[in-house]
């Protein structure tokens, strides 16, 4: 697959293709009726495979807060990488896109790229303040278009925003199932309070960055280091019982392993919930607690 990374003057020479137009969050079962779509129609068409998104989420730039994903760039890469796309091409998102009429953008980004069709979700918005909609693309002849429905489960639209809100309310079994994978949190092991140690159950003190952070609480996880995957139990709170602490942090006891690895790069799957954080009479009844929470953990991962 040939990443290409877009502004708003670089034309070039690639193979007429269709495209998926959006920006993808989680590449959940929603997402993939696009990318099913796009599969059907460049092997009827004989086109290549392409899906075209931004480098950041235009409410970061356009709302300058501090935007939560559900995945990075690199992991949303390795998943199409996976559908055997040929083309991901990145638009580097910024003020001069956000302010480009939808024709415009059009003009640069679709029409100069060879793109011959567009797929893309009913409510997907593009241009200055979003003015380009379904109604725009069909409205334009240099390529055809294709517009998928909402995708339910439940009666309810499956949507980054609802598994984000699954992840806040701890549902990650059903989080899991929308993304038809392990929801995953990549980051740095940095140094925390090292309080765990001190009670037999140290930990690995992850930098989430700006992932959704799950609800409070103990989680059963695998943990990838260096490659190698181990089972683990994620707290992901305040640790009120060995000391309050300021700001959430997401903590990981590896099982079967005593390395250091402060500074590693590092991938947290999360599997399960066992159960929310709370605050213990004694130190003593901590440890008693996070044993059985392990012992739970291990037999679950089997």
């Not at 696009?34 to 086109?47: D, F, M, N, S």
């Not at 935007?67 to 083309?87: A, C, G, R, T």
């Not at 949190?185 to 930098?207: E, H, M, W």
Request: proline share 2%.
């Amino acid at each position: 697959m040939e990443i290409i990374h877009l502004s708003v003057d670089t034309p070039m020479q690639v193979h007429d293709s269709v495209c998926a137009l959006g920006f993808f969050d989680g590449v959940h079962l929603g997402h993939q009726q696009l990318l099913k779509e796009v599969e059907h129609i460049a092997k009827e068409k004989g086109l290549k495979k392409a899906i075209m998104t931004f480098s950041v989420h235009p409410k970061q730039i356009l709302e300058n807060n501090d935007y939560h994903y559900l995945m990075s760039l690199s992991e949303k890469i390795n998943i199409l990488k996976q559908w055997q796309f040929d083309y991901f091409y990145i638009i580097d998102f910024d003020q001069t896109v956000a302010n480009l009429k939808p024709n415009t953008f059009l003009e640069n980004y679709i029409i100069n790229h060879q793109i011959k069709h567009i797929v893309c979700g009913f409510d997907f918005h593009f241009g200055k303040k979003g003015m380009g909609d379904v109604h725009v693309l069909q409205e334009n002849k240099s390529f055809d278009v294709t517009v998928i429905e909402e995708y339910s489960e439940d009666a309810l639209k499956v949507s980054s925003s609802y598994i984000k809100k699954l992840l806040n309310e701890g549902n990650i079994e059903k989080a899991n199932h929308l993304l038809t994978r392990f929801y995953r949190v990549s980051g740095q092991v940095i140094y925390g309070l090292q309080n765990g140690r001190k009670i037999g159950f140290p930990t690995a003190n992850i930098d989430y960055g700006h992932y959704v952070v799950l609800k409070k609480g103990v989680y059963g996880v695998y943990i990838t280091i260096k490659g190698k995957q181990y089972k683990g139990m994620a707290n992901i709170g305040y640790n009120p019982t060995v000391g309050l602490i300021d700001n959430l942090s997401l903590e990981v006891n590896i099982f079967d392993f005593d390395q250091d690895i402060y500074g590693e790069d590092v991938d947290v799957d999360f599997v399960f919930r066992v159960r929310d954080e709370k605050k213990f009479k004694s130190l003593n009844h901590l440890k008693e607690q996070l044993q059985k929470d392990k012992k739970h953990i291990d037999q679950f991962l089997d």
